[in-house]
């Protein structure tokens, strides 16, 4: 056991019930292991309110970190060990453009709602829930989607127009039913030109990291593994998950996993997302499965947090009131309300 991991456990002893330490499943093992709570965004948001530790140290992107500051108690402090770890797709959706499309929008005599993936800033959120809108993951995009449907003459989707888009699909929606809108730096671009009397709007976003994956991979895996099945998380392009056996969000990927070890011992199963959550289920399921990612996708923002800013974030927290402090995730205040309600409309829908 190594120095880092020993004064991380000792910590970790010596807070005791006061502290937890929450991680999403793109972390790396070395941070992984000494996690209390791992989980997708939506596992991790349910599971938040059941945590009554004083200090929780959030092992994620930073809007994982506000997601969770949002949902905590007023004596509880969130900490992030990398505070810089952005999420591109998060960064592609600027409150202020989003605003004046959503005016520009419902002015034109329909009502159009906001759906955000959780994969989005505070200050987002709180236009969302400012306009009625809620915020989904990618486990629960379908029912967050449907219900927004019925709520609305039509939606607004954002950022990520993949997970849209497939998850329109899945409603059985075609491509005379959404657009994926044009915008410049302030907006919507000639919105004149554009087929906005659409049902599904999609921002034009999406994850860099899941965009790597491309459908002639799924091609290539399917001639070197004839037997195989393929499974990618919906962040991928629609042409690749065409191509797919499946298709869900982590947990699904996860379950997947377990269901083939289970059920279909020396199968081989391919699965697009991100690297570190594919290798930890090779390792897991190694005695029955073959599980191989379908390509090269690790995020480098996850990637941000190690071991190392672990035991840092927990030195300055056990240090408070002395010589070094650490600094929990602070929200702006007025954004705090509406940006809550669009994450209680999600948990309320969801149940
Ligand atoms: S994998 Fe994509 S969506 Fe997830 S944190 Fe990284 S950049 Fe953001």
Not at 146 to 156: K, N, S
Request: net charge neutral; glycine share 8%; charged share 20%.
């Amino acid at each position: 056991m190594s120095d880092i991991t020993k004064a991380i456990n000792a910590i970790k002893e010596q807070l005791g019930s006061q502290l937890c330490i929450m991680g999403h499943h793109y972390q790396h093992d070395s941070v992984i292991r000494h996690c209390d709570i791992t989980g997708d965004s939506l596992e991790l948001a349910r599971k938040l309110s059941d945590v009554s530790a004083r200090h929780i140290v959030f092992c994620g992107v930073f809007f994982m970190g506000e997601s969770a500051a949002l949902l905590a108690g007023p004596d509880q402090n969130v900490y992030l060990p990398a505070p810089d770890a952005d999420c591109m797709m998060a960064l592609m959706a600027l409150p202020r453009m989003v605003r004046n499309v959503l005016e520009y929008l419902n002015g034109q005599g329909r009502r159009i709602l906001p759906l955000a993936y959780v994969n989005t800033t505070l200050a987002l959120k709180a236009v969302v829930g400012e306009y009625g809108g809620a915020v989904c993951t990618s486990a629960n995009a379908e029912t967050m989607l449907r219900w927004a449907l019925q709520e609305a003459d039509a939606v607004l989707f954002l950022p990520d127009k993949h997970l849209g888009r497939n998850t329109g699909k899945k409603l059985g929606l075609g491509p005379n039913d959404w657009h994926i809108l044009r915008c410049n730096g302030h907006g919507l671009k000639e919105p004149e030109s554009q087929p906005l009397d659409r049902r599904l709007l999609l921002w034009p976003g999406c994850c860099a990291i899941h965009a790597r994956l491309k459908p002639g991979q799924v091609q290539t895996a399917r001639e070197t593994y004839p037997d195989c099945r393929i499974v990618a998380h919906p962040e991928c392009n629609p042409a690749l998950i065409d191509l797919c056996d499946g298709a869900g969000s982590t947990s699904y990927l996860i379950r997947e996993a377990a269901r083939l070890a289970d059920e279909v011992p020396g199968s081989t199963l391919i699965i697009g997302t991100e690297n570190n959550l594919v290798q930890r289920l090779a390792v897991q399921h190694a005695a029955t499965c073959h599980i191989l990612p379908l390509g090269q996708a690790y995020c480098p923002h996850m990637a941000k947090v190690t071991e190392t800013k672990l035991l840092d974030t927990l030195l300055a927290i056990t240090a408070q009131g002395a010589e070094r402090q650490a600094k929990p995730v602070q929200l702006k205040t007025e954004l705090c309300p509406p940006a809550r309600l669009s994450l209680l409309r999600m948990l309320e829908v969801c149940g």
